[in-house]
């Protein structure tokens, strides 16, 4: 994996479209002082760099039925790959992020659920898995702050 370099004008304009990725490059030029394609070759640059990998919606997870969130630690019984673990857990929509970490825990998936019992359901298919020793489960009361991954600020 390589960095990108970002500029101040490059950071504004992607700040400025994780709060609003529909914002049109003229809207964007007028922001930060640029024309209209002078934007678009910027986005464009960081698009083929690989910094900016796409354009999504935000969903309120409680808005589509999902009442329950949690957080699970899972414990695998022997060294398990982490494609393997991707995989197993790539068949549960429930499963909304999942992630290899360092510690006791060999991976940690983020869940939404319908209601507890569909959490617990969810929860006992992917602890039935074949590599899992066991999993640990916190549920989220709730979330205090989430936000997008955004560039770092450049130095003043």
């Known amino acids: 994996m390589w960095t990108v370099h970002l500029d101040r004008l490059d950071e504004n304009i992607v ?10 490059y003229a809207d964007l030029g007028s922001e930060v002082g ?4 002078a934007v678009k070759r910027r986005v464009d ?5 690989g910094a900016i990998t796409g354009f999504t919606v935000r969903l309120d997870p409680g808005a589509l039925g999902w009442s329950v969130e949690g957080y699970v630690e899972l414990y695998c019984r022997m060294s398990t790959a ?26 940690v998936l ?17 602890g039935a898995q074949p590599f899992v020793a066991r999993t640990k ?8 702050l989430r936000r997008p991954a955004a560039p770092h600020p450049s130095p003043p």
Do not use: K
């Open 34 to 37: 640029l024309s209209a394609s």
């Open 82 to 107: 982490p494609e393997t673990i991707r995989a197993a857990v790539d068949r549960f929509p429930e499963v909304v992020e999942a992630s290899t970490v360092s510690g006791e825990a060999d991976a």
């Open 45 to 49: 640059r960081l698009r083929s760099g």
């Open 137 to 144: 489960s916190v549920l989220v009361l709730s979330p205090l």
């Open 15 to 24: 700040a400025l479209l994780v709060v609003d990725a529909r914002r049109s």
């Open 110 to 126: 983020r869940i939404l659920a319908a209601d507890m019992r569909h959490f617990e359901q969810v929860l006992e298919q992917i």
